[in-house]
């Protein structure tokens, strides 16, 4: 599981299988991105040594006359995979927050403390920059249509991609996990659960880069691509177990963050030029971001393949692969992140072990939320229940969370909006959403139908998207949980055949003999 701790809380959405995928996004709604350049970038002279000495009268003296420092603005190019809107995709997220596809409060980076400017003895070896070079950059001269043009600038956006996506892993290999594993920062095991199969990623994308690469002809050009990406697309059934192994390793990596020397390394890491200002989960969740990508690019490459064109007919197909294997993808990251959390529960009361936590699949969402006292509760909206925790200490390396109050099967919830502006009348919220005034904000509350002894339980999200999100999500939950109570009663009450009359299902209307057989029997 768009990241660190900053104090805020991210939101990461899980989709139920079979609904539109969604990308992961923050409580604000803003997609996460992938990591990018600086739009624009000053490249200065270094100054001489000597001149690191000066007095701040001197500083102040050179800042009111011209600079001879040479400054060389380099622009940013287009590049359409910023053109290309991202569609929903399930939380690959609720690790974007996180994967993701589960919405999931989770807990960003804290702002990094300022650090004092050191002098360099060299320039890094990385580039600051990305490379946004467009197709149109590498010819000198062509006759193609505009609609061709756009069709090799988006093949092009695709093979720049994987190389990137390339150097950026090699990158997280040697700058992050060889130099943790030999200054003994963390063991082996633990960088084990943290990098997880990233290092088998490696050759996977360098095999599709090397692919593309040959498709190009003497004019810089990409005639069938379709071929080769239904060929190297059942490659990324890989990401099942990376992206399964994301839920732990945040975890984990938050866990060991709270280490002085982590987090000193880390923090070193995120000050340096190779890192582009990114962290080191911005890096492990790259792969992740690259396959959500795939299906939009494909269907850019589609739009602008001419009708008689041979990518017309293995295009769909392409697409078709490559959706169904992101949303496998999803169901299986959905599915490890509810076994984790719900191996994080601890139970006071043994009535509040409902079945129906157990049976549940995937999670909805979850994240953090304020009852009508104030106190901050760790809410779980599992597929078959919603579950009201309290976060505790670790417990063998696993955040803890006790469960607070009875958990509510979503098949009986009753939910109900609470307006802004609602008066704070009769104790209710016993004026901790109110900070003072009578007026409550971002509120809903629910209720168990059919259990008198439960009281209802009144929430606040921390803003107006969170708790759109969050009425969404119990809706969808609430909804398909009775429908799947409903079918389950009506395949209870439904008569069973006797098996006295089974033969009958295998006798023909001109089967005569083997009636009489049937009946002497």
Sequence with gaps: MELEETGEKRTSWYVSPGETNSIPCDHAGKRKQDPGPESVIRIM??????EEGEMMSDHMKDSEEPSNKRVKPVGKSNSLTGVITPVKTPALKRIGQSISRSISFRTEARPLPPAALRPRSKASSFPRRRNSQCWSDTVESHDLTVKEIKRQEVIYELTQGERQLIDDLSLVKKVYYEPMLKLDIMTESELGQIFGTLDSLIPLHQDLLGRLERLRGSEKTVGEVGPTLMNWFPCL??????????????????????????????????????????????????PRSRLVKYPLLLKEIQKCTPADHPDEDTLPDALELIQSIV???????????????????????????LPEIQQSRFLYCHGELKNNKGQRLHVFLFELALVLSRPAEERDGFQVFNVYRQPLPNALINLEEIPDGEAAGGGTFRGAFTGGNDKVRNCFRVSSRGRSKLHPYCLQANDSFSKQQWITCLRQAIVHSRDKMAQTSQSQLSPQADPALYHIAELSLSSDTEMADHTSR
């Design 45 to 50: 002279e270094d100054e001489e040594e000597d």
């Design 237 to 286: 059934e890989a990401y099942v177990t990376y992206c399964c192994n994301q839920v732990g390793a945040k975890a984990l990596l938050d866990q060991k963050k709270l280490e002085k020397r982590v987090e000193h390394f880390l923090r070193l890491c995120q000050e340096s030029s190779f890192s582009r200002k990114l962290d080191l989960w911005n890096f492990l969740d790259l």
């Design 327 to 353: 949303a496998e993808v999803n169901k299986k990251t959905g599915e490890a992140e509810c076994q984790f959390y719900r191996r994080g529960l601890s139970y006071l009361e043994e009535s509040q072990r």
